[in-house]
């Protein structure tokens, strides 16, 4: 059964690092989407990305974040400069279409510590 | 914006047990979606229903709608100690396709 994937599953970084988390989403899906989840709070949407451009971003993503899709396959979540209160894990996940019938599926995530 | 809130934060049964989980929000919905959650893993798909639906099944699940009471719930009949995880409910806004994340049932079930 096709799923997203998520490298590295475990980031650990210096405050003022960028780090680069990296996914593949299901290879027929047309919408991407990042979310985080601080540890004990709720999964929170980031950024919805759909034919090349953001379609959705929440007050999170500031100018310290940047999505792409450098390839047919790949979509990355950058972060340029971290800091300690960036920690989470993040999870990327992708749906078939965006126009309220699709399922969205989520990746295992990758854990960003911050130090 | 709107919220899923789910209830109970915690629920704790015996293997064989029915349990049931609630979800409240706040705004017109295109539709809602439960995840599973073990700890420290991933989110798992479990069921979507949209916003003219009242009920669907899959499996074990049973889940419900009533968009008058902004509320759904989650039914897992017949439950085993694999079902022990955290349970969220996510709404999908009319417009826009953003899930917006409750904070989850812990739900535990005692073998």
């Known amino acids: 059964e096709p799923e997203v994937t998520q490298t590295p599953s475990h980031q650990v970084t210096q405050m003022g690092q960028e780090v680069i988390l990296r996914c593949v989403p299901i290879?027929?899906?047309?919408?991407f989407y990042w979310y985080r989840q601080i540890l004990g709070q709720k999964v929170e949407f980031l950024v919805s990305?759909?034919?090349?451009?953001?379609?959705?971003k929440s007050e999170i993503f500031d100018d310290q974040f940047s999505v792409e899709r450098p390839d047919g396959s790949n979509f990355t979540l950058k972060i340029r400069s971290t800091k300690l209160e960036d920690s989470a894990m993040y999870f990327c996940?992708?749906?078939?279409?965006?126009?309220?019938?699709?399922?969205?599926?989520f990746g295992p995530g990758t854990r960003l510590t911050v130090t | 914006s709107q919220q899923g809130e789910e209830d109970p934060q915690a629920l704790s049964i015996q293997e064989g047990e029915n349990a049931t989980m609630n979800c409240s929000y706040k705004?017109?919905?295109?539709?809602l979606q439960w995840y599973r959650q073990n700890s420290g893993r991933g989110l798992v798909h479990l069921i979507l229903?949209?916003?003219?639906?009242r009920e669907k099944h899959s499996g074990r699940l049973r889940v419900t709608l009533d968009t008058s009471k902004k509320s759904s719930s989650l039914l897992i009949t017949a439950s085993r100690a694999a079902d022990t995880a955290s349970y969220f409910c996510?709404?999908?806004?009319?417009?826009?396709?953003?899930?917006?994340f409750g904070a989850g049932t812990i739900l535990r079930v005692k073998s």
């Open positions: 705004t017109s919905i295109n539709n």
């Open positions: 229903i949209r916003s003219n639906e």
């Open positions: 996510a709404t999908e806004e009319e417009y826009g396709n953003k899930l917006v």
């Open positions: 990305f759909y034919n090349n451009e953001i379609s959705e």
């Open positions: 290879s027929n899906h047309l919408y």
């Open positions: 996940a992708s749906s078939d279409g965006g126009l309220a019938v699709y399922e969205q599926y």
